[in-house]
């Protein structure tokens, strides 16, 4: 199995920053990290959960949805078997649920939907008050 926990959520108010973490562990340890695709999702109150941002397995290409191009970075440290979301000048639409997701790949395209990633966190709340 794999486990992945997310950290790093808050409240924070707009315009303002904050740095996600998903750290992964299990099967998804060690050199096994790179072995997956990573990606972030968002899950607000009576809505579906959205795709965020991808990351390849060696880091090489890196995908954005269109509402955080430019505001959001995703990046990874095999090292320390850890994927991070970098969201800057945060808004008030970005409020939800965020989930760190593996995919156990070597593609470079990025997947399609959420249901292609094998393992989910638990999620961490980010709020953004109006």
């Known amino acids: 199995q794999v486990q992945l926990v997310e950290s790093g959520g808050g409240l924070v108010q707009a315009g303002g920053s904050l740095r996600l973490s998903c750290a992964a562990s299990?099967?998804?340890?060690?050199?096994?990290?790179?072995?997956?695709?990573m990606g972030w999702f968002r899950q607000a109150p009576g809505k579906e959960r959205d795709f965020v941002a991808h990351?390849?397995?060696?880091?090489?290409?890196?995908y954005y949805a269109d509402s955080v191009k430019g505001r959001f970075t995703i990046s990874r440290d095999n090292t320390k078997n850890t994927v991070y979301l970098q969201m800057n000048n945060l808004k008030p639409e970005d409020t939800g649920v965020y989930y760190c997701?593996?995919?156990?790949?070597?593609?470079?395209?990025?997947?399609?939907?959420?249901?292609?990633?094998?393992?989910w966190g638990q999620g961490t709340q980010v709020t953004v008050p109006p």
């Open positions: 299990g099967r998804a340890s060690g050199r096994a990290f790179s072995w997956y695709g």
């Open positions: 997701a593996a995919i156990r790949s070597y593609a470079t395209a990025q997947p399609i939907g959420a249901s292609t990633y094998d393992y």
């Open positions: 990351i390849t397995w060696n880091g090489v290409y890196t």
